[in-house]
C-alpha cells in the first residue's frame, strides 16, 4: 500500500514537472514567435536598404521629483523620432520610454524590461544616480547609451559604449567659477550644496577647486541632505551673516525655490547663480516667478533663441506638451539626431544586434571627424571617455523668461 | 543677534513639529496605538489647503478651515475603516495597519495630484518685522505659527480639563474597560480624539507648507517622524510634554545645523532622544507607570 502511494507520488510529480516544462516550453515557443514576426515586419518594411528600424530605448523619471527632467527628455527624443520618421528614408525609429522614479533601482529594471522589448540603443537615462547604475549594467551587456542629462564623470568613467550630451559636473563647476569671475558677478561668494546627490557635490567640489585658482572670495559653504532639505533658514542666515553679494546654488531646482524663498523672507537679496539642474524652476505650479528674478545660470539651450532650430522645436514642444520645453528636452532632441547622423555615418543596419551596434557607434562618435550641431551647441564632439566638448551660455531669468546674459 | 535669529527659527519649526506631535501624544494616550498615518493627514491638510486657494481661488482663510474640516472628517473615516476593527487585536496589527494607510494616503495623494512638487502660496500675508536696523527678520509665517501654537496649547488644556468630553478622555486614557463601566462611551470617545487630532494636523499642514513652501505627496512623512520623536521626547501620551517635546525638538536641530554641522543634524536630533530616553525612559514629562505583573 505504501509502495503504490510513493508511486502514485512519483507519477504525479512527474506529470507536474512534465505539464510545468511543456507550459513554459509553449510560452517561450509564442514569444520566439513573436519576436520572428516583428523581424520579418521589420524587414518587410526595410525593403533591403541599409537602415531600418531601430529599437531606441528611454529611462529617466516620469513621475516622483525629478519628472519635469524625465518628462522633458521623454518628449524631446519623441518629437525628434518623429521628425527623423516623418523624413521618411530608411532609417526610422520607434521609442519605448520607461519610468525609474530617479531611482537607480527602479532603472536598472526599466533597463531590463527596454532588453526583452529588443532595445538597440538607449537615450538616457535622464537623472545621475540612476545613470550610474544603469551604465554599468550596459557597459557588460555592449548596449550602445547616450544620456541626455546625467552629467557626473562617474556615469562614463572607464565605460567605452557610454557618452553624454550634457557638460559634465566638473565642466559646470568650473565654467561657473570662471564665468563669476570673468563677469565680475560678487565679492563674496557662498555656496549651499546637497552633500547626498552626486550631481550636486561633483559640481561643488570642482567649482571650489577653480574658485582657489582665481582667487574668487568664497566666504561662506554649507550643505544639506535629502532629509533635511526644507529648512534652509540656517544655511541662507549664514551666508548672510559672512556678508555674501552671490550664492551659487549647484543643485536641482526644487530646494533651490525654498532657498530664494526664504532668503527673501529673510528679507536677504544677494544675486544667486544656478546650474542646468535650476532650469525648470519657472514651471513649477504655483511659483512666485518674482522669487526668480534676475537669478542667473549657465545653460547651453535657451527657449526664446531667436534661431530657426530653436524656433521650430520649440513650436513644436509647445504645440504638442502646452510647454515650454527646458534644456533637459532640448538634450534629448539631440541625443536622437547624434545617434541618428551616428547611423548614417557608420552605415549600421536594424538587423544588427545590439553589441555589433555599439562597437560600430563608439568608433564612430570617437572618430575625430565626427560632429553634431544641435540645438544644445554646434559642432559638438565626443572625446573617448564620453564627455561632450561645446560652450556654455549665461542666462539670466528676467520678467519670468531666460534671457542670454551677454 | 544670530544666536537670537537661530533660537528663533527653532522656535518656529518646533512649534510646528509641537502641533504634530500633538496629535501623536494624544492618539496615543487614548487609544494607545501609534496612528503613523498622522504625517500624511498633514500632507491632505496642505494639499486640500493649495486646491483650495489656486484652483477655486478662494482666500487662505477659506483654504485652512477646508483642510481642518476635510481632515477632521479624514480622521473620523480612517479610525473607523481601518482601526476600530482591530480594537481587539494585538498592537502590532494596528501598528502595521497605521503604516498602511500611511502609504494608502501618499500613494492615492500621488495618483490625485502627481508627482511633481507644487509651490505652496502662504496663507500668512503678515510682512515681516525687522528688529535692530534689519540684522533680525522675523517673518510673518513664524510669528503666526508660534501664536497659532499658544492658542492651541491653551484652548487644548482647556478642553481636557474643564469640557465632559474632555475629562471622558482622560478616563479613557486612564483606564478604558473602567470608563467604559462608568457609562462613557470609548468608542465615540476614540472618534473624538482622531478628529481633533487630525484637524490639528491640518493647522500643522498648512503652517509647514507656508514656512516651507514645497508639496510633494511625501511632504507629511519626515516632519511626521520628527514629531513622532518629539512626542516621545516629551513623553508620549502628555499634552504639555508634545509641546516641549516639540520646541526642544526645532531648536536642538536648528542649533546643531547652525553650530555643529548641518549634514549631522538629523543624528543629532535622534541621539538626543536616544539619551534622553535611556536618563528617562518615560521621556521628559511622561508619567512613569509601573506595570502590575
Known amino acids: 500500500m505504501k509502495k503504490m502511494k510513493k508511486m502514485m507520488a512519483l507519477a504525479m510529480a512527474g506529470c507536474m514537472a512534465f505539464a510545468l516544462a511543456a507550459c513554459g516550453g509553449s510560452s517561450s515557443g509564442g514569444s520566439d514567435k513573436q519576436t520572428e514576426k516583428a523581424t520579418e515586419a521589420a524587414a518587410a518594411e526595410e525593403g533591403g536598404a541599409a537602415g531600418g528600424t531601430f529599437k531606441i530605448g528611454h529611462i529617466g523619471p516620469l513621475t516622483g521629483a525629478a519628472s519635469l527632467y524625465g518628462l522633458a527628455t521623454d518628449h524631446g527624443a519623441a518629437i525628434a523620432v518623429e521628425e527623423i520618421n516623418a523624413l521618411g528614408g530608411d532609417i526610422q525609429f520607434e521609442l519605448n520610454s520607461q519610468d525609474d522614479v530617479h531611482d537607480a533601482e527602479t532603472s536598472v529594471n526599466a533597463y531590463n524590461n527596454l532588453k526583452d522589448w529588443g532595445m538597440q540603443m538607449l537615450v538616457g537615462t535622464t537623472t545621475t544616480t540612476p545613470c550610474i547604475a544603469v551604465a554599468a549594467e550596459t557597459n557588460g551587456d555592449r548596449m550602445f547609451e547616450i544620456t541626455p542629462s546625467a552629467s557626473s564623470p562617474t556615469v562614463t568613467e572607464g565605460k567605452d559604449n557610454v557618452f553624454q550630451m550634457c557638460f559634465t559636473d566638473p565642466n559646470q563647476g568650473t565654467a561657473s567659477a570662471k564665468y563669476i569671475y570673468e563677469q565680475k558677478l560678487g565679492e563674496k561668494i557662498a555656496v549651499i550644496y546637497n552633500v547626498a546627490d552626486a550631481y550636486s557635490t561633483g559640481i561643488y567640489q570642482k567649482f571650489m577647486t577653480e574658485a582657489e585658482t582665481l582667487g574668487l572670495n568664497v566666504v561662506s559653504e554649507s550643505s544639506f541632505t535629502d532629509d533635511n532639505a526644507t529648512d534652509f533658514s540656517t544655511q541662507v542666515n549664514e551666508a548672510k551673516n559672512a556678508g555674501a553679494d552671490l550664492i551659487f546654488l549647484p543643485m536641482y531646482y526644487q530646494p533651490a525655490s525654498l532657498i530664494l524663498d526664504q532668503a527673501n523672507k529673510m528679507g536677504y537679496t544677494p544675486k544667486f547663480f544656478g546650474v542646468d539642474g535650476m532650469d525648470g524652476i519657472l514651471d513649477m505650479e504655483g511659483f512666485n516667478k518674482e522669487l526668480a528674478e534676475g537669478v542667473m545660470l549657465l545653460t547651453p539651450f535657451v527657449a526664446t533663441a531667436e534661431d530657426d532650430l530653436t524656433k521650430n522645436f520649440v513650436t513644436k514642444y509647445e504645440e504638442k506638451y502646452g510647454e515650454t520645453p527646458i534644456q533637459f528636452a532640448a538634450d534629448a532632441y539631440d541625443c536622437v539626431y547624434a545617434l541618428y547622423a551616428a547611423i548614417q555615418k557608420s552605415g549600421v543596419t536594424a538587423d544588427m544586434s545590439s553589441d555589433e551596434i555599439c562597437e560600430k557607434l563608439i568608433a564612430t562618435f570617437t572618430a575625430g571627424d565626427f560632429t553634431v550641431d544641435g540645438l544644445t551647441g554646434t559642432g559638438m564632439t565626443w572625446a573617448a571617455n564620453g564627455e561632450v566638448a561645446k560652450d556654455p551660455k549665461g542666462m539670466v531669468i528676467e520678467n519670468g523668461v531666460y534671457q542670454p546674459l551677454d | ?293
Open chain 2, 1 to 293: 543677534m544670530n544666536l537670537l535669529t537661530y533660537l528663533i527659527n527653532g522656535i518656529s519649526l518646533g512649534s510646528v513639529y509641537a502641533i504634530i506631535a500633538l496629535g501623536y501624544t494624544m492618539v496615543y494616550g487614548i487609544a494607545k496605538m501609534l496612528n503613523f498615518a498622522h504625517g500624511d493627514v498633514i500632507m491632505v491638510g496642505g494639499y486640500i489647503c493649495f486646491i483650495t486657494m489656486n484652483y477655486l481661488h478662494m482666500p487662505g482663510i477659506a483654504g485652512v478651515l477646508l483642510a481642518v474640516v476635510v481632515c477632521t472628517i479624514l480622521g473620523i473615516v480612517i479610525e473607523k475603516l481601518a482601526y476600530k476593527p482591530l480594537r481587539q487585536a494585538t498592537s502590532l496589527a494596528v501598528l502595521i495597519t497605521a503604516i498602511g494607510v500611511s502609504y494608502f494616503l501618499q500613494n492615492a495623494a500621488l495618483l490625485i495630484f502627481k508627482a511633481d512638487p507644487k509651490v505652496f502660496t502662504s496663507v500668512v500675508n503678515i510682512p515681516s518685522i525687522k528688529l535692530f536696523d534689519g540684522q533680525l527678520v522675523i517673518s510673518g509665517v513664524t510669528l503666526v505659527t508660534i501664536a497659532a501654537n499658544i492658542i492651541i496649547m491653551v484652548c487644548l488644556t482647556a478642553f481636557t480639563s474643564k469640557t465632559k468630553m474632555g475629562k471622558a478622555m482622560r478616563a479613557v486614557s486612564e483606564d478604558k474597560g473602567a470608563a467604559q463601566l462608568m457609562g462613557i462611551d470609548v468608542n465615540r470617545t476614540i472618534s473624538v480624539t482622531f478628529a481633533i487630532g487630525s484637524g490639528l494636523a491640518a493647522i500643522a499642514g498648512v503652517l509647514l507648507c507656508s514656512a516651507y513652501p514645497t508639496l510633494m505627496p511625501t511632504t507629511g512623512s519626515m516632519p511626521g517622524i520628527k514629531a513622532f520623536v518629539a512626542a516621545v521626547l516629551g513623553g508620549i501620551g502628555s499634552i504639555p510634554g508634545a509641546m516641549l517635546g516639540g520646541i526642544l525638538l526645532g531648536i536642538i536641530e536648528i542649533f546643531a545645523k547652525a553650530y555643529i554641522s548641518t549634514q549631522l543634524s538629523d543624528a543629532i536630533v535622534f541621539a538626543v532622544l536616544i539619551i534622553v530616553l535611556l536618563i528617562r525612559p518615560a521621556g521628559l514629562l511622561g508619567k512613569k507607570i509601573s506595570e502590575k505583573v
